[in-house]
């Protein structure tokens, strides 16, 4: 079982950057695929970015395609994201995930969730 925190949320005026942080507890987090989901008020969640547990491969969701970037550092049990350029769509509730296995893309394989975090971007 693995425990995740993020941080890294906030206010930023558009066209500007944030880098969220996700926190894992355990000693397997290098086994683990990670995603980076979100969810804006009166919307569904949706899959943002995702990334293997060896970082060989990554995902975007199309509306973040070239301006996020997911990563991880296995050594110190963290995933992160950058997001740059970013527009008022992107304002949501950013949640960490983590799977122990299966299809990276899929929502369905992530079964360890943080808590998340606020992002809020003004136009």
């Known amino acids: 079982q693995v425990q995740l925190v993020e941080s890294g949320g906030g206010l930023v005026q558009a066209g500007g950057s944030l880098r969220l942080s996700c926190a894992a507890s355990?000693?397997?987090?290098?086994?683990?695929?990670m995603a980076w989901f979100r969810q804006a008020p009166g919307k569904e969640q949706n899959l943002v970015a995702a990334?293997?547990?060896?970082?060989?491969?990554?995902y975007y969701g199309d509306s973040v395609k070239g301006r996020f970037t997911i990563s991880r550092d296995n050594a110190k049990n963290t995933v992160y994201l950058q997001m740059n350029n970013l527009e008022p769509e992107d304002t949501a509730v950013y949640y960490c995930?983590?799977?122990?296995?299966?299809?990276?893309?899929?929502?369905?394989?992530?079964?360890?969730w943080g808590q998340g975090t606020q992002v809020t971007v003004s136009s």
């Open positions: 995930a983590a799977s122990e296995g299966g299809d990276f893309r899929s929502r369905s394989q992530y079964d360890f």
């Open positions: 990334i293997t547990w060896s970082g060989g491969a990554t």
């Open positions: 355990g000693r397997t987090f290098s086994s683990y695929n």
